[in-house]
């Protein structure tokens, strides 16, 4: 499985420091309100689109359900608000790869020059940034490589310049799923698969959420799916929206082009009573197509649908790590870490995962 095994994350949102380790296959974070849960989705984002100096912008935008978001709104990415301090994330990849990602916010007078880790510009209490830094490197070894991808903007926040780190390929591929009900990349996915002659791996993870399902298929650019009883296709926009919340992430799931799916609030949009068949249509799919998967929940009957999906499946048992991510009084961000036995355990004596202290 090409993915990650631990990651660290510095000033970054929220979270002024924190470390989570031994990653799996699927792995589920918990927490209250504003613990981090999305943060850290979003970091291993960032890690993936390291070259990428549009991703911060595109994160933002997901965020905040809008299709654009200002390039000032970057500073948000940075803890406290405080664009002097980097916000830096390190993973280490399941061959061993370490990458680490630090973000720079500066100001540059000429639109056309290279970045040279310029002072911020700043009058009393106003700072003023037009450039952000993607400073990122790769150790493999005793090997470092170090590399740079920036863009500039003027003073109407419209992009003047930018450049792609040179001599990087990025590996591994990842998607962002948002708590939106509909991902904007479902019909992407499916003409992908679709292409890929796995019409009927789509159709059969339907039936399993409704047997009444017959048919899928992508149609002026819009999904129809056809039910039993129907004369003609609904488009999924006219279905149910746990109907299309559920075929956004298995379509997203089953798309053999992605190595990594960060999943954010899987339980948003569904009815209870799909959680286990969603669970058990993602640990199917990453195991079918070695795919690492990120989630994220707050919903203790999702924990619930979960257990009793593994308890059916002790094959998959191995396959996930559950973390709640909590910011102690003491020790600040903690990740505390259950696999299937403490998740078991929890369920059946009713304890709280969601919240340890």
């Known amino acids: 499985m090409d993915g990650f095994k631990n990651i660290k994350i510095n000033n970054f949102r929220g979270i002024d420091h924190l470390e989570i380790d031994d990653f799996s296959r699927v792995n589920v974070f918990l927490g209250q309100n504003n613990s981090g849960k999305s943060s850290v989705l979003e970091a291993i984002t960032l890690s993936l689109g390291m070259s990428n100096p549009d991703m911060p912008q595109a994160i933002n935008a997901t965020r905040a359900r809008r299709p654009f978001s200002n390039f000032i709104d970057i500073k948000y990415f940075f803890n406290k608000l405080n664009v002097a301090i980097s916000p830096e994330i390190t993973m280490t990849q399941t061959d061993g790869t370490i990458r680490h990602l630090s973000l720079g916010l500066t100001y540059v007078f000429d639109e056309l020059a290279e970045p040279k880790n310029e002072p911020i510009r700043q009058t009393g209490s106003i700072v003023y940034v037009n450039t952000l830094e993607m400073n990122f490197d790769l150790t493999v070894g005793a090997s470092k490589q170090q590399f740079k991808s920036w863009l500039r903007v003027n003073p109407a926040g419209i992009i003047v310049n930018r450049k792609i ?57 819009d999904v129809y799916i056809g039910f039993d009883g129907l004369s003609e296709m609904l488009p999924s926009r006219m279905t149910g929206d746990g109907l299309r919340r559920y075929l ?71 396959e996930m790590r559950l973390y709640t991510i909590e910011n102690t009084l003491k020790k600040g961000f903690q990740a505390y870490k259950y696999t299937y036995e403490g998740l078991s355990g929890a369920c059946e004596n009713d304890v709280e995962l969601r919240s340890i202290v």
């Not at 591929?173 to 796995?198: C, P």
Request: no cysteine.
């Open 165 to 221: 780190a040179d001599g990087y390929m990025e590996r591994l591929r990842g998607w962002l799923i948002s708590a939106d009900l509909m991902s904007n990349n479902t019909v992407n996915d499916l003409t992908e698969l679709f292409k890929r002659n796995q019409k009927d791996v789509v159709l059969s993870l339907l039936k399993l959420f409704d047997s009444k399902i017959n048919s899928v298929e992508i149609l002026n650019d």
């Open 248 to 318: 956004s992430i298995v379509a997203s799931a089953a798309n053999s082009m992605t190595n990594i799916i960060m999943l954010d609030e899987i339980d948003n949009g569904l009815h209870y009573s799909a959680y286990k068949k969603l669970w058990e249509a993602l640990f199917a799919l990453a195991v079918s197509t070695d795919k690492q998967i990120f989630v994220t929940t707050h919903s203790k009957e999702t924990l619930q649908k979960l257990n009793q999906m593994l308890a059916e499946h002790p094959e998959y048992q191995n």
